[in-house]
């Protein structure tokens, strides 16, 4: 409706805010932990970090504003991904990546090349059709 949008957190889930009209929009619900959220440059995109594959360690995530329910898992890390970031132009993304215990280390990574919407969609109905064929045998 033309609002200013703003991320907000409540309780590990992501929702927005629309502060003209003063509603909530829910964007995840998922009882994993989330957090970090943060729009593409266009706004079509929400980018995460999250636990929600199940894993132990926080991986990158990123889901359609639009349609949430679209959403692709981007990392499958051996270590936590936190804080991404999209870069202006939209075609890489920059995380802190690390390892909690005696010896911290936290170093700045970056996913490059990332898809565009479309290709996100195709990638995301291949993984469902041999998700099905799997199913079926």
């Known amino acids: 409706a033309g609002a200013d949008l703003r991320l907000t957190i409540k309780?590990?889930?992501?929702c927005t805010y629309d502060l003209i009209l003063g509603t909530e929009r829910w964007l995840t619900y998922e009882a994993a932990q989330q957090g970090y959220p943060s729009f593409s440059a266009d706004g079509n995109w929400v980018i995460y970090q999250s636990r929600e594959d199940g894993g132990s360690f926080?991986?990158?995530w990123v889901l359609s504003f639009a349609n949430p329910t679209q959403r692709f898992q981007l990392n499958n890390d051996t270590?936590?991904?936190?804080?991404?970031q999209f870069d202006p132009q939209g075609n890489r993304i920059?995380?802190?990546r690390g390892t909690w215990g005696s010896a911290m280390s936290f170093d700045l990574w970056q996913l490059t090349a990332v898809p565009e919407p479309a290709t996100l969609l195709l990638l995301a109905l291949g993984d469902l059709a041999m998700l099905r064929r799997r199913q079926r045998r």
């Open 58 to 60: 926080f991986d990158i």
């Open 79 to 84: 270590a936590d991904s936190y804080q991404p």
């Open 94 to 96: 920059v995380y802190s």
């Open 11 to 14: 309780n590990t889930l992501h």
